[in-house]
């Protein structure tokens, strides 16, 4: 640690984290890398981000029922339907992101890194009528993906391994091969990467 102020601040999250813990969260999401370190759980980083969540709940409503740490600038909806490899908790801690699994499903591989602002939506208005919702549809984001800042992931969309999503692009249809690079509006392939 930095210092003295470091360690306090550390310890404070911990203490605290544990028992907003006890009340929202799954455990099976407090584990892993996040909620390891040098001095064993108590200095690990995910407590900070246990504790800062708790709050945000309790203080300003945000995310009620999400069974695992969310960042604050981060929105999720219908968290019941997304699936992920605790260990990639870091991906719910970004600022601006939005992930929406209303009447369909969000799976995200092992190993992907999302980036600040991306959205993942699994339905949509419908066109004709804002009012109405269309009917939802997976999104499968493959293990070992990078999805660039601002990138939007519409519903139906399949990403395979290793897909590396550009910055700002709009992904409206699936690349389910993977292993290459997308970008633009709407995203196309860019090049092909080596498996």
């Given amino acids: 640690m930095k210092n003295i102020w470091e360690v306090i601040k550390r310890l404070w999250c911990f203490i605290w984290g544990n028992i907003l813990a006890f009340f929202l969260y799954d455990k099976k999401y407090l584990q ?4 390891e370190g040098s001095h064993g759980r108590v200095l690990a ?20 029922g999400v069974p695992w740490p969310v960042g604050f600038g981060c929105r999720v909806v219908g968290s019941e339907n997304i699936k992920f490899d605790p260990a990639d908790l870091k991906n719910f801690q970004g600022i601006g992101n939005y992930y929406q699994a209303m009447g369909g ?5 092992k190993g992907t890194w999302i980036a600040a602002g991306v959205g993942m939506i699994a339905s949509n208005h419908d066109v004709n009528d804002p ?15 990078w999805i660039g800042m601002n990138a939007l992931i ?35 392939l860019i090049r092909n990467i080596e498996k």
Avoid at 45 to 50: E, N
């Fill in 32 to 35: 892993g890398e996040w909620f």
């Fill in 45 to 64: 980083p995910g407590w900070k981000w246990v504790y800062h969540d708790g709050l945000s709940r309790l203080f300003q409503g945000s995310n009620i």
């Fill in 154 to 188: 519409l519903p139906g969309v399949v990403l395979g391994p290793h897909t590396s999503v550009g910055a700002g692009a709009v992904v409206t249809k699936s690349f389910s091969e993977g292993y290459c690079v997308i970008a633009g509006n709407p995203a196309k």
């Fill in 131 to 145: 009012d109405k919702r269309q009917a939802g549809k997976d999104v499968v984001i493959g293990e070992k993906c």
């Fill in 105 to 109: 499903s969000i799976t995200i591989g």
